[in-house]
């Protein structure tokens, strides 16, 4: 999947909004993750505000479909 693509499927997700748009965002960010590195899934993140919407947080990985939080990242619980 080309980034564009993904940005433009997570936006369906942000406009939403609610539980299950987050579980496939957390899909999504996974496909972005294992193509293109986690550098890009964090950009996507901060540019559609998936912190707010979502509660995801750069620095997380996400892997099949679940989000992993880094455990060095600031403002989470370990």
């Known amino acids: 999947m080309t980034l564009d693509k993904a940005k433009e499927r997570l ?9 299950y748009n987050g579980n496939a965002a957390k899909m ?3 496909e972005v993750n294992r193509e293109h590195g986690q ?3 964090d950009r996507l993140i901060r540019e ?9 947080v750069p620095g997380t990985r ?6 992993v939080p880094d455990k060095h990242t600031p403002g989470r619980n370990s």
């Open 11 to 19: 936006q369906v997700q942000v406009d939403f909004g609610g539980f």
């Open 28 to 30: 999504i960010l996974s």
């Open 39 to 41: 550098q890009a899934v």
């Open 48 to 56: 559609l505000q998936l912190d707010k919407i979502f509660g995801f």
């Open 62 to 67: 996400f892997t099949g479909g679940l989000a």
